[in-house]
């Protein structure tokens, strides 16, 4: 009796220590948070298939989903330089120019002559058509994507920040209107006081900021 009576001790102890996991908050481990993070990154780059505003361009990776039609469907499909893509049944389809509506519309109906009510969806799941550049006395210079309303201190911040030796007073960004180089002045310590705002322009594909 005293013997059974310790176990049940013991285990009325054990019982007490250990800490019950709510039911409601179930364990997220390091490599399944890491995997819906990314998974959320990707989310948010890529651009809705009911997005009229963006224009597809050359190089850009689409997803092409066609309801209930895998054989048709591609994921991960390139823009070609000459700014077509490769479809099954309707071969070379023009995809540059065209927001990712449009050119569900146009795969609509060439689906149509082999199948009943197409449902198509078209949505870009990498932009590499619209890239600004960064270089100079900053810490990463390179190529960055473009992203909606980007500003040259956006761009700026996407570089890592700058060097020691930055002249951060003489930033300009270059660009190319009408086959021309125009320079556009960017006085960091300015702008960063909330002075010359309009210097802060919103970049354009194929800008480079200059940090002297």
């Known amino acids: 009796m005293r013997q059974t009576a310790y176990i049940l001790l013991g285990l009325s102890l054990a019982a007490i220590s250990t800490p019950a996991q709510d039911p409601k908050k179930p364990e997220v481990r390091e490599g399944t948070a890491n995997k819906i993070a990314g998974t959320s990154a990707q989310t948010a780059d890529a651009i ?15 997803r092409i989903d066609v309801w209930k039609e895998p054989e048709v469907s591609r994921a991960g499909l390139p823009v070609r330089p000459d700014g077509k893509i490769s479809l099954p049944l309707l071969n070379d389809v023009q995809a540059a120019g065209l927001s990712p509506l449009q050119l569900s519309n146009i795969i609509t109906e060439g689906l149509k002559k082999f199948m009943n009510n197409p449902q198509v969806t078209v949505s870009v799941m990498d932009i590499n058509s619209r890239r600004v550049y960064v270089t100079g006395e900053v810490t990463r ?72």
């Open 141 to 212: 210079p390179g190529v960055f994507p473009l992203l909606p309303n980007m500003t040259v201190l956006q761009a700026l911040t996407s570089s890592g920040g700058f060097t020691q030796f930055a002249r951060i007073k003489g930033i300009y960004v270059l660009r190319n209107e009408g086959g021309k180089q125009v320079k556009y002045p960017f006085n960091y310590k300015e702008v960063i006081k909330g002075n010359h705002s309009e210097e802060n322009i919103e970049l354009r594909s194929g800008d480079t900021v200059v940090v002297p």
């Open 48 to 62: 809705a298939a009911n997005d009229t505003s963006y224009k597809i361009g050359a190089q850009d990776v689409l």
